[in-house]
């Protein structure tokens, strides 16, 4: 397995990944190829992904603001899992983050996706249950489904 930063053209490979993981959250704005592709113009050393005989099986998009580093939308393949990938990633992750000088990283997940929590938990990301998370949209974002 080899692990790399996700470049532009994974595009496609990567949206594909996502399409075929349950509840990942997606919209048509964010997540489209020119969405990705701002974050990564953003955030060049942020996103990986793994893959094994040439084929993708893994991927973590990252962000940072200058204070704070957010993780999105994880997904590893289903034939893939628990073999430790997800785990590479975030270490590979978090060490840029650190080289950034960001000092917390968090992100966003369904409560009621035990196995993802499970995950996270294990990864040292703990609940904050005394903050409500507050939106306002300046865009009207279509929700897309998987
Ligand atoms: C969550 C996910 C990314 C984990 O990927 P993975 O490569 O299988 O995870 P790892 O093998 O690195 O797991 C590391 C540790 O996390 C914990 N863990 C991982 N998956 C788990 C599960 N399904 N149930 C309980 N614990 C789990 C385990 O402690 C595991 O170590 P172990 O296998 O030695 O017990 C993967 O299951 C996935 O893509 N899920 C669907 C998308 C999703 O829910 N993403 C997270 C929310 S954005």
Do not use: C
């Amino acid at each position: 397995m080899t692990v790399r930063r996700m470049q532009i053209e994974d595009y496609t490979d990567v949206y594909n990944l996502w399409l075929a993981t349950p509840r990942m959250g997606l919209n048509d704005v964010d997540d489209s190829e020119q969405g990705i592709n701002r974050m990564l113009q953003r955030n060049p050393t942020l996103s990986f992904i793994a893959e094994k005989d040439n084929q993708l099986v893994a991927v973590i998009i990252a962000g940072q603001d200058g204070r704070r580093g957010y993780i999105y939308h994880t997904a590893v393949h289903l034939d893939y899992r628990r073999q430790g990938i997800a785990q590479e990633l975030i270490k590979n992750v978090l060490d840029e983050m650190k080289a950034l000088n960001i000092s917390k990283v968090g992100l966003f997940i369904f409560q009621d996706n035990y196995s993802g929590n499970s995950f996270w938990n294990k990864m040292g990301f703990n609940i904050r249950d005394d903050l409500y998370y507050r939106n306002h949209a300046l865009t009207e974002l279509e929700r897309i489904d998987t």
